[in-house]
């Protein structure tokens, strides 16, 4: 196996991108959506995107913000 394939590494920034876009579809699509089973696929999203965003954490422009919150 490969120490660093290129070819992966575009393939988990695709993902990543494809995550967001979904993310965003949700929040901006239907804005005036409400109701629990809403709210918790937007949590359930909004969780994901802020794990992935967790691995850049060490980078700079990295917002204190995006980390997710300790479970409990």
């Known amino acids: 196996m490969q120490a660093h394939s290129p070819e992966l590494?575009?393939?988990e920034?695709?993902?990543?991108?494809r995550i967001l876009a979904e993310y965003e579809r949700l929040?901006?699509?239907d804005p005036l959506r409400v109701g629990p089973a809403w709210d918790a696929r937007r949590d359930t999203?909004?969780?994901a995107?802020?794990?992935r965003a967790e691995a850049y954490a060490?980078?700079?422009?990295?917002?204190?913000v995006w980390r997710p919150c300790p479970t409990t």
């Open 9 to 11: 590494t575009l393939r």
């Open 13 to 17: 920034v695709a993902a990543d991108r």
């Open 27 to 29: 929040l901006f699509r």
């Open 45 to 47: 999203w909004e969780t």
């Open 49 to 51: 995107v802020r794990m």
């Open 58 to 64: 060490d980078q700079p422009g990295y917002r204190e």
